[in-house]
């Protein structure tokens, strides 16, 4: 009983400060897996894979950071091979970047930021 008291009290205490460390900045598609996160702000806030095509993954991703308000901005190719790009989108005064790299036939890897303009 003793240690079901403690937890409970753990989580009261500990859990608003998690929230601030680590907010859901973004919402993935479904499918996706993250492979790795930083949220130092100094490199790309989270990297991730989906078991999808490269075209599918533009896609899915177009669609799903639409629907959360953010308007897309451009496409950049990368490489001769056009298996590589960035998206930009916007919201308000802050950009948010997305590349996305082919890595097999039906696997994609892609990796996202956020920039806050003046």
Do not use: H
């Amino acid at each position: 009983m003793m240690t079901y008291r403690k937890s409970g009290f753990l989580f009261l205490v500990l859990f608003p400060f998690l929230c601030v460390a680590a907010p859901a900045v973004l919402r993935l598609p479904v499918n996706a897996e993250v492979v790795s996160e930083d949220i130092s702000g100094s490199s790309w806030r989270q990297n991730c894979v989906l078991k999808v095509s490269y075209v599918a993954t533009l896609n899915q991703l177009k669609a799903v950071i639409g629907r959360q308000g953010w308007a897309f901005r451009r496409q950049q190719d990368l490489g001769a091979l056009n298996d590589r790009c960035l998206l930009v989108f916007a919201k308000g005064k802050t950009e948010l970047t997305v590349m996305v790299w082919k890595i097999d036939v039906a696997e994609t890897g892609f990796s996202w930021g956020m920039a806050k303009g003046s």
